[in-house]
C-alpha cells in the first residue's frame, strides 16, 4: 500500500465551503429584487423597516459571521502555506534519497580524476593551440581585408577626384575666362563711355560745330600744365606721347584731347619742343595708329631729333608674330585679332593702319638712326592683345645719324599727315 504524501492532501472541498460561506455572508441584509410596481415598492419599504427595527438583534451576528468567516479563510490560507512547505519537504527528500543513490557513483569518477585531468590539460594545450592558430588567421585575414578596402577606398577616392578635376576644372577654367571677359568688357565699356562723352562734346560731328574736323584733325599745340612742364625741363624731360586715359606720373602726358591727366595738347608729329631737348620718349599703342612710310619718313625722324645724345626712346605695340602664333595654335580668336589689327574703330583715331613683330619694329628703329635697340618684352598678354616692348638710344654724339635726322625730317616735311591718307 502507497503511502499518501504530505503534500497530496485535497482541500478543494474546504475552497468551496468558504466560497459559499463568503457569499452568504455578504447576502445578509440585501433586498431580493422584485418586478417594478407598487407591491414590489410596499414589499421593499416592509423590508427596510424590518431590518431596521431588527438591526439590535442581526447586527452582532453578521458580525460574528464575519469574524468566522475572516477566520476560517485565514485558517485556509495557513493550511494551503504549510501544504506548499510539505511539498518542498518532499522534494529534498527526494534529492537525498537520489544523492544516497548516486553516491557510489561519484566516488568512483572520483577516483578517476586523475586520468580524466590528465586528458582534460593534453586537450586544454590542444585547444590552446588551436586558438592560437585561429587568432592568427584572424589576424591575417583582418589584415588583407583592411588592406583590400584601403585600397578600394583609395581607388574610389582617386576615381572621385578624376571626374571632380574632370568637371570642376573646366568649370573653373571657364568661370576664370568669364571673369577676365566681364572684367575687360567693363574696362571697355568705361573707356567708351569716356570716348563718347568726350566726341558728344568735341567731336568733329558734334552739334554740326563749325571748324571742328579741323581743330580736332590739326591740334594746336597747347600747354596745360606749366608747372610740370617747367619743372620736367629741370629734371629731364619725358614724354608720354599718346597717353589717352592712361597718363603715367613722372611723364609729361600729351595727347591730341584735352583728357583727365592731358599735360600738353598736340598732335604728335607738332610737338612744342626743340630738338635735342628730350630726354626720354615713351608711347604705349601708338605707332599702330600711323601708316609705315609715315613712321619710316616723319613721325620717327621727328621724335629722334627732339632727343638728346643718350636719350631713351620706348614703344609698346601689337605683337603681331604672338597673335598669328595663337591664331595658327587656335588658342587666341579671330575677333580679337581682328579687333586688334584694324582697331576698336569706336572713335575717330581708334583705327590701326599698321601692324609690327618684334623683328620689324626693330628694324625700322635702326633705319630712323636708333642704336642698342633692344626687345624688353614680347607675347605679353594685355587684354585682347598680345603686345611686344622695344627700347633704343640715340647715339651720344652728334655724327651723321643727326644729320641725317634733320635732312629726313626736312625733306618729309611735305608728306602728308596720317589723317589727310
Request: proline share 5%.
Amino acid at each position: 500500500m502507497t503511502t499518501p504524501r504530505r503534500s497530496d492532501f485535497d482541500m478543494s472541498e474546504l475552497k468551496h465551503n468558504l466560497q459559499d460561506c463568503n457569499a452568504l455572508h455578504n447576502a445578509v441584509g440585501t433586498i431580493n429584487p422584485r418586478n417594478p410596481g407598487l407591491p414590489n415598492k410596499l414589499i421593499q419599504f416592509a423590508k427596510k423597516l424590518m431590518r431596521r427595527s431588527l438591526s439590535w438583534y442581526t447586527r452582532p451576528l453578521h458580525q460574528f459571521h464575519g469574524a468566522v468567516t475572516r477566520s476560517l479563510n485565514e485558517l485556509a490560507q495557513a493550511v494551503e502555506n504549510c501544504q506548499n512547505q510539505l511539498s518542498r519537504i518532499d522534494n529534498f527528500e527526494q534529492l537525498e534519497l537520489s544523492w544516497r543513490q548516486n553516491l557510489p557513483a561519484f566516488l568512483n569518477a572520483v577516483s578517476t580524476v586523475n586520468a580524466f585531468g590528465h586528458e582534460l590539460r593534453g586537450l586544454r594545450r590542444e585547444l590552446e593551440q588551436a586558438h592560437q592558430k585561429a587568432e592568427q588567421g584572424l589576424h591575417s585575414l583582418r589584415q588583407e581585408i583592411r588592406q583590400e578596402l584601403q585600397q578600394e577606398v583609395e581607388q574610389g577616392r582617386q576615381s572621385v577626384r578624376q571626374e571632380m578635376d574632370g568637371t570642376v576644372g573646366p568649370l573653373r577654367d571657364g568661370l576664370q575666362r568669364t571673369d577676365a571677359s566681364v572684367a575687360a568688357i567693363w574696362e571697355r565699356i568705361e573707356f567708351v563711355r569716356c570716348e563718347m562723352l568726350f566726341e558728344m562734346k568735341y567731336g568733329k560731328r558734334a552739334f554740326g560745330a563749325p571748324g571742328t574736323y579741323e581743330e580736332l584733325d590739326r591740334a594746336e599745340p597747347r600747354i596745360i600744365s606749366l608747372k610740370k612742364l617747367a619743372a620736367a625741363r629741370k629734371s629731364g624731360l619725358r614724354l608720354n606721347l599718346g597717353c589717352g586715359h592712361l597718363p603715367l606720373s613722372g611723364y609729361v602726358n600729351v595727347d591730341r584731347r584735352e583728357l583727365p591727366g592731358v599735360d600738353i595738347v598736340a598732335d604728335v608729329t607738332d610737338l612744342p619742343f626743340a630738338e635735342r631737348e628730350v630726354q626720354e620718349i615713351f608711347s604705349a599703342h601708338l605707332l599702330e595708329h600711323f601708316p609705315q612710310e609715315m613712321l619710316r619718313r616723319r613721325l620717327l625722324p621727328i621724335w629722334h631729333s627732339l632727343l638728346m645724345p643718350g636719350g631713351t626712346f620706348r614703344a609698346v605695340v601689337p605683337d603681331g608674330e604672338a597673335m598669328l602664333a595663337g591664331i595658327t595654335a587656335g588658342n587666341y580668336s579671330f575677333s580679337d585679332f581682328r579687333e586688334v589689327l584694324f582697331g576698336a574703330q569706336d572713335y575717330d583715331g581708334d583705327f590701326h593702319f599698321n601692324l609690327f613683330t618684334p623683328g620689324s619694329l626693330c628694324d625700322l628703329l635702326e633705319e630712323a638712326g636708333f642704336v642698342d635697340v633692344r626687345v624688353n618684352d614680347r607675347a605679353r598678354r594685355n587684354g585682347k592683345c598680345f603686345e611686344v616692348e622695344v627700347s633704343a638710344g640715340k647715339p651720344p654724339s652728334h655724327g651723321f645719324n643727326d644729320v641725317l635726322s634733320r635732312d629726313t625730317k626736312e625733306a618729309s616735311a611735305e608728306i602728308p599727315a596720317a589723317e589727310e591718307l
